[in-house]
């Protein structure tokens, strides 16, 4: 049977059928197309399980297939009609009959082969989903098996695998098998642990997934209820909490620099701000400073919703690192964000009598030397960027305490630089700041080596947002409310619509929209700001924001994350259904944080989604970033939730978070009583289970 792909949607016939320019064929080998599906090893392949079974064991007589319609069938038949047709495109339609009726089977996509193959006379057995169509009942792009008669079927269910492009069934479902007969299955786990714990034998367990015997409970195995999958499951989080508590050991074993002196700049900066600490605040604080007295790195996440205060708390840690004689370093993800950082911060620390560097991509190649000269000279107290801090060219004295602002937008890979700027005796204190709170059940598992503080209230005189959703065909009416807005003295964001496949695109959009908004509005200063102008640029007209000289800011959504002017009151997002919940969020965040009372404006385009609506109406009814996150989940579920770049490779692929639950509890206890024993035979196990569950992956999970 050839390789080909066994469902290729419908396609459009193509306007100019006749001159197809003939693509150049790459040839990309099975190994490559393996990789890419990060399938490198024996024992990758081995674990890379099916995602569901289809049932080839038996076969329908064809007017059996035909009643009971719908769903795949597997029927045989003898090809009675094999012609390529070009009406309304080019097609190959191939009828096959058994003895009690016929079908028709419909190729879009072919091969000059394929219509040899299927000769007149040909015997097929052919698989798909069946659908009546003009001519009666079809099969479209069947996947099929040129067999003889009385060819005996499988006795197991075939497995389907998670696959990629021009990788097919047949390819993966060989160098699996082939894979299975080289790995050592020795079981990582003693057989005291399996009956203890009621798991089956490893080896037992794959097999069966891989090969399901026809008499199964199917259910069972569609469901991952079955005990095979369970002790997949069971051993994926097994090496997970491994894996995290031995980095946590790990950690705890390195020294760091203590920080042990809350003196008088600390004291002098608290006593200088103009607003007293929430409570929230004082108590993070607070811990935050018992972490930094301790000999070992701290590792602790800051959650603290957006608004909630965040910034006066790094600044607060710094200065205990400044304190204490060392230096320390704060990283946002945007160049508005930091900028914004460096100018709030150094009003603060400067009259202080303190040295903040600072340090981007977009410096001029003086200033950056300058900077990197202070930094390296440790004249620079504090230093305050972009991902430029992580450069090679940066050398820091004594680096005592790293700082990641809004850390989900970095990659693993980012933050495990910059910590690494300390020198080499000592790794420096680290604190990550996030308004995207991250549900207990994700942070147990995937940060079981951070310690977690959250700012869970707001300072004090903030009104409530109130957030509409408004089909965007009510535009006129949102505009009076910007015009009614700006004559009360308060300001407004208009976000433009994210428009993922061009940039060009939405660059042009919020060009438009700037200008109808001029037109609309002539009596308002109206102002654009978007990625792809300069930093000096942005910065102008940032500046004129925040200096109230701008009534609207129409922006891309390169203000999502941290922007503050508190005298800004109105947040009108355009094509709200294109965006992410936290994203979402983060926007309506920019508003709010004064004492007049906000309102968010979600224009959507209908009709909406389910998902979308989901979003809105969830949008509309809470304000509260810990119950967004958890509907987050809900919606997405915790792959997406957190995306490959927050967990490294660390994924999980089996295991699902909501339904097993007390499986991730099993595995900490086992994963904590295999580490403490400390035993030869323990240490064994441990080491073995790693190296066959994560491999080279597991440098990820110890940032
Ligand atoms: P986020 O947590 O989103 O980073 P910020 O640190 O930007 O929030 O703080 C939001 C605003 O609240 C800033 O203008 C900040 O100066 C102000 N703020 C922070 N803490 C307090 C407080 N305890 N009382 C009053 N205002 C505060
Ligand atoms: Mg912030």
Redesign the pocket.
């Given at each position: 049977m050839p390789d080909f792909p066994s469902a290729t949607p419908d396609l459009p016939p193509a306007s100019k059928p006749a001159s197809k320019p003939k693509a150049v064929k790459k040839v990309v080998s099975t190994e490559t197309k393996l990789a890419r599906l990060g399938l490198r090893t024996d024992m990758d392949l081995v674990l890379h399980l099916p995602m569901r079974y289809e049932d080839e064991t038996r076969v329908y007589t064809i007017r059996d297939a035909c009643l009971r319609g719908g769903e795949s069938w597997q029927v045989e038949g003898v090809v009675s009609k094999c012609e390529v047709s070009f009406k309304p495109r080019k097609q190959l339609l191939v009828t096959i009959a058994d003895e009690t009726g016929d079908l028709l089977l419909r190729f879009m996509n072919f091969y000059g082969s394929q219509v040899k193959q299927l000769a007149e006379g040909t015997r097929v057995r052919a698989r798909a989903e069946l659908k009546h169509g003009f001519f009666g009942a079809e099969m479209v792009h069947p996947v099929y098996k040129v067999v003889n008669e009385g060819a005996p079927l499988p006795t197991a269910l075939t497995p389907v695998y998670p696959s990629g492009e021009g990788l097919s069934q047949h390819v993966l479902r060989r160098a699996i098998a082939e894979a299975m007969k080289r790995i050592d299955w020795t079981d990582t786990l003693p057989e005291s642990l399996l009956r203890q714990m009621q798991l089956s034998p490893f080896q037992a367990a794959v097999r069966l997934l891989h090969y399901p015997p026809q008499q199964i409970d199917e259910s069972a195995l569609m469901d991952r209820s079955h005990p095979a999958w369970v002790r997949m499951k069971f051993d994926e989080l097994l090496a997970q909490q491994l894996s995290l508590k031995r980095a946590q050991y790990a950690r705890r074993s390195k020294g760091a620099a203590a920080l042990p002196f809350v003196g008088s700049l600390s004291t002098a900066f608290q006593n200088a701000?103009?607003?007293?600490?929430?409570g929230a605040?004082a108590r993070v604080l607070d811990e935050i400073r018992a972490d930094l007295r301790q000999p070992y790195p701290m590792q602790r996440l800051l959650q603290?919703?957006?608004?909630?205060?965040?910034?006066?708390?790094?600044a607060l840690s710094a200065t205990q690192a400044i304190d204490s004689g060392y230096q320390a370093a704060l990283m946002a993800p945007t160049e508005i964000l930091a900028e914004q950082h460096f100018r709030?911060i150094a009003a603060w620390l400067e009259p202080l009598g303190v040295k903040v560097a600072w340090l981007t991509g977009s410096l001029k190649k003086k200033e950056k030397t300058a900077s990197l000269a202070l930094i390296e000279s440790g004249e620079a107290q504090l230093v305050i960027g972009t991902h430029a801090l992580i450069q090679d060219n940066v050398q820091f004295s004594k680096l005592g305490l790293v700082i990641v602002?809004e850390q989900h937008r970095f990659g693993v890979g980012q933050r495990l630089t910059l910590r690494n700027k300390g020198d080499s005796a000592a790794v420096p204190h680290q604190l990550m700041?996030s308004?995207t709170p991250i549900p207990r059940t994700l942070a147990m598992t995937y940060y079981a080596d951070l310690e977690v503080s959250v700012?869970d209230e707001l300072?004090?005189?903030r009104s409530p947002i109130v957030t509409r959703a408004i089909d965007q065909n009510r535009r006129d009416e949102v505009i009076a409310r910007v015009y009614a807005a700006a004559l009360e003295g308060r300001q407004v964001y208009w976000v433009c619509p994210l428009i993922e496949e061009s940039e060009a695109l939405q660059l042009q959009t919020a060009t438009d929209t700037c200008m109808m908004l001029a037109e609309a509005l002539p009596a308002l200063q109206v102002g654009l700001v978007h990625g792809r102008l300069k930093p000096a640029e942005k910065q102008e007209v940032m500046d004129a924001f925040i200096a109230g000289q701008l009534h609207v800011l129409v922006a891309t959504t390169v203000i999502e994350v941290?922007v503050?002017v508190?005298n800004a009151s109105l947040m009108v997002i355009e094509h709200a259904e294109r965006f992410g919940l936290s994203q979402l969020h983060q926007l309506r965040?920019r508003v709010g944080?004064g004492t007049a009372a906000s309102v968010c404006l979600l224009l959507y385009q209908g009709p909406l989604g389910g998902v979308a609506r989901q979003r809105l109406m969830t949008m509309r009814e809470t304000t509260d970033g810990f119950e967004i996150a958890r509907r987050d989940l809900e919606i997405r579920g915790p792959g997406e939730f957190l995306g490959a770049r927050q967990s490294g490779q660390a994924m999980l692929r089996f295991a699902d978070l909501e339904t097993d639950q007390w499986l991730v509890d099993q595995a900490r206890d086992v994963a904590h009583e295999l580490l403490h024993a400390a035993t030869p035979a323990s240490a064994a196990t441990v080491e073995a289970h790693l190296a066959r569950w994560l491999g080279n992956k597991e440098e990820f999970l110890k940032v």
């Open positions: 701000l103009p607003f007293r600490l929430t605040q603290g919703d957006v608004g909630s205060g965040k910034t006066v708390v790094a709030k602002d700041m308004a700012i300072p004090p005189g941290g503050d508190p965040g944080r």
